[in-house]
T-cell receptor, first 111, second 111 residues
Framework: TQLLEQSPQFLSIQEGENLTVYCNSS?????LQWYRQEPGEGPVLLVT?????EVKKLKRLTFQFGDARKDSSLHITAAQTGDTGLYLC???????????FGTGTSLTVIP | DAGVIQSPRHEVTEMGQEVTLRCKPI?????LFWYRQTMMRGLELLIY????????DSGMPEDRFSAKMPNASFSTLKIQPSEPRDSAVYFC?????????FGPGTRLTVL
């Protein structure tokens, strides 16, 4: 059972455009993480958000954790071809040791 | 640091054969996770260990799957007998805090 639903599932945009990816759940998580995965490789952690309403910025990427700690969003400003990849959100269990991964958003940035 | 090491990177086998996937976690990490990734089901947690002890194996699909961690530097995931529906990419990840580091994965094809 997928506890985390991501939307959109696929996204293809032109270089320089902005985009937002959503991660939604009916469950509350102690923390939420975003990963990026490139073909043939494992996911790589981008950020961890812990507090409801928290906003973190990583260069052109902005991550937000919902107030109720059930959802999150990832906004990319002025997308670049290097942003292409599969973006995964993951919610942590109450113990913080077990992670439930979302369905993933496959992003393609066209030059 | 070499990161999480998995072997083999690719495995092609015939239905009914035994398959053993191997993982060497990052030195000093006390958690080890086995995941399976498919297009249909995304990234699924199969089992995880803490200090070499299995904590939660509820994600293991059925009795054909087994995992061991005989010491802090080595883990195996075994499928016996393998079936075509087991075809997927299997990832091992290790962590010390709440940041997981993934290996490159083993792409398994069961004919």
């Amino acid at each position: 059972t997928q506890l985390l639903e991501q939307s959109p599932q696929f996204l293809s945009i032109q270089e320089g455009e902005n985009l937002t990816v959503y991660c939604n759940s009916s469950s509350v998580f102690s923390s939420l993480q975003w990963y990026r995965q490139e073909p043939g490789e494992g996911p790589v952690l981008l950020v961890t958000v812990v507090t409801g309403g928290e906003v973190k910025k990583l260069k052109r990427l902005t991550f937000q954790f919902g107030d109720a700690r059930k959802d999150s969003s990832l906004h990319i400003t002025a997308a670049q071809t290097g942003d292409t990849g599969l973006y995964l959100c993951a919610g942590a269990s109450n113990t913080g040791n077990q992670f439930y991964f979302g369905t993933g958003t496959s992003l393609t940035v066209i030059p | 640091d070499a990161g999480v090491i998995q072997s083999p990177r690719h495995e092609v086998t015939e239905m009914g054969q035994e398959v053993t996937l191997r993982c060497k976690p990052i030195s000093g990490h006390d958690y080890l996770f086995w995941y399976r990734q498919t297009m249909m089901r995304g990234l699924e947690l199969l089992i995880y260990f803490n200090n070499n002890v299995p904590i939660d194996d509820s994600g293991m699909p059925e009795d054909r799957f087994s995992a061991k961690m005989p010491n802090a530097s080595f883990s195996t995931l075994k499928i016996q007998p393998s079936e075509p529906r087991d075809s997927a990419v299997y990832f091992c990840a290790s962590s010390l805090s709440n940041e997981q580091f993934f290996g490159p994965g083993t792409r398994l094809t069961v004919l």
